[in-house]
């Protein structure tokens, strides 16, 4: 199985930038999804193929990054942001997500 | 706009089982493949299952292979989990998510979720 690697936290004063890394153990090319959950709620997809926003997600959130290292930022944070975001590739079978990085707010 | 709402909630016993729908609205069901996706208390998401768009395959996380069915009923935009010889390790909300294309893969519309405990 393919195991993708987030840190656990991140901590950003609000109007600024927020990256958040996802390794993954084996090669996914592009297929790289980006999911926010906020306390309570069902996940929602962000980004989709690494790179690629969402329909109705705001250009402050971004992708980027192929095949092992990826990145998903979030420019200028906001206080809506606050939420646990997972990566999830669908390269190879069965479908895995990374542990999830909780934003936090400075 | 998209709807996903699962039904079938609730507390079993270990060693039951338990079968879990989810009606879809907003969109041609028959296009879609659809997921399973499970978040344990406090835990983080399990992709569980995977069905394409006309049940030609069904995919299974190791975790509930043999024990799980995935099936969809195109005739009533209706998805399905039954789940049997039921753990208390698959307590957990049960999301159902469309995914973006006939096969899955990218999830993007998620149910609110279906509460399932397994506890004696």
């Known amino acids: 199985d393919i195991v993708l690697t987030q840190s656990p936290a991140l901590a950003v004063s609000l109007g600024q930038r927020a990256t958040i890394s996802c390794r993954a153990s084996?090669?996914?090319?592009?297929?790289m999804h980006w999911y926010q959950q906020k306390s309570g709620q069902q996940p929602k997809l962000l980004i989709y193929g690494a790179s690629n926003l969402a329909s109705g997600v705001p250009a402050r959130f971004s992708g980027s990054g192929s095949g092992t290292d990826f990145t998903f930022t979030i420019d200028p944070v906001e206080a809506d942001d606050i939420a646990t975001y997972y990566c999830?590739?669908?390269?190879?079978?069965?479908?895995?997500f990374g542990s999830g990085t909780k934003l936090e707010i400075k | 706009e998209v709807q996903l709402v699962e039904s079938g909630e609730g507390l079993v016993q270990p060693g039951s089982s338990m079968k879990l729908s989810c009606v879809a609205s907003g969109f041609t069901f028959s296009n879609y493949g659809m997921n399973w996706i499970r978040q344990a208390p406090k835990k983080g998401l399990e992709w569980i299952a995977l069905i394409y768009y006309d049940s030609s395959s069904k995919y299974y996380a190791d975790s509930v292979k043999g024990r799980f069915t995935i099936s969809r009923d195109n005739s009533k935009n209706t998805l399905y989990l039954e789940m049997n010889s039921l753990r208390s390790e698959d307590t957990a909300m049960y999301y159902c998510a469309k995914a973006n294309s006939g096969y899955g893969g990218v999830m993007d519309a998620w149910g609110q979720g279906a509460s399932v405990t397994v506890s004696s």
């Open positions: 084996e090669s996914v090319r592009s297929s």
């Open positions: 999830q590739q669908s390269r190879n079978d069965p479908l895995t």
